[in-house]
T-cell receptor
Framework: DARVTQTPRHKVTEMGQEVTMRCQPI?????VFWYRQTMMQGLELLAY????????DSGMPKDRFSAEMPDATLATLKIQPSEPRDSAVYFC????????????FGPGTRLTVT | EDQVTQSPEALRLQEGESSSLNCSYT??????LFWYRQDPGKGPEFLFT???AGEEKEKERLKATLTKKESFLHITAPKPEDSATYLC???????????FGKGTKLSVIP
């Protein structure tokens, strides 16, 4: 049963600390997306990659967020330093195709910054 | 700017009481409209893609329809297990990204 996996599932940290979230996309999928979900804003796209190359990260606060794909089986989202307003659920999704198409989401990382 | 608006924000139905959820969009050159289901504590789960006005897709008690300005998700004789938040999305300015609506939270009461 192919699925997107994310670690950790929950993270509580203090303001100013570094947070790293990891995602393993579905094997063979060539596009990976990072989203953030809050009650107020809903699902917001932060960044996405195709064939490991970053295509768009305009949704991310550049001064503190960074996203990478060191290899085809791992995507990372890092926040440094973290702030209370970063508290949200972060989802990774992957897909396969050459245009807009269905994306398959992981279970999310619930981040709380105190 | 592309926009996706879903209504109502929340909907309570008695088991067996059919209804519809709405997703209206403003985007030039629609390249698909996507419906997802999200259960509490989980990631969105893909349901349907619609590509052209008049198209319909069905899955169990759900049927999605598309016009030039909006999409409807019809729920026929819902059961409590249909309770979830239903999200719709349209492709954004980029080639691959999706812009999501804020969802409709459906509660089906036994």
């Amino acid at each position: 049963d192919a699925r997107v996996t994310q670690t950790p599932r929950h993270k509580v940290t203090e303001m100013g600390q570094e947070v790293t979230m990891r995602c393993q996309p579905i094997l063979g999928h060539n596009t990976v997306f990072w989203y953030r979900q809050t009650m107020m804003q809903g699902l917001e796209l932060l960044a996405y990659f195709r064939n490991r190359a970053p295509l768009d990260d305009s949704g991310m606060p550049k001064d503190r967020f960074s996203a990478e794909m060191p290899d085809a089986t791992l995507a990372t989202l890092k926040i440094q330093p973290s702030e209370p307003r970063d508290s949200a659920v972060y989802f990774c999704a992957s897909g396969l195709g050459t245009g807009p198409y269905e994306q398959y989401f992981g279970p999310g990382t619930r981040l709380t910054v105190t | 700017e592309d926009q996706v608006t879903q209504s109502p924000e929340a909907l309570r139905l008695q088991e067996g009481e059919s209804s519809s959820l709405n997703c209206s969009y403003t985007v030039s050159g629609l390249r698909g409209l996507f419906w997802y289901r999200q259960d509490p504590g989980k990631g969105p789960e893909f349901l349907f893609t619609l590509y052209s006005a008049g198209e319909e897709k069905e899955k169990e008690r759900l049927k999605a329809t598309l016009t030039k300005k909006e999409s409807f998700l019809h729920i026929t004789a819902p059961k409590p297990e249909d309770s979830a938040t239903y999200l719709c999305a349209v492709p954004g300015a980029g080639s691959y990204q999706l812009t999501f609506g804020k969802g409709t939270k459906l509660s089906v009461i036994p």
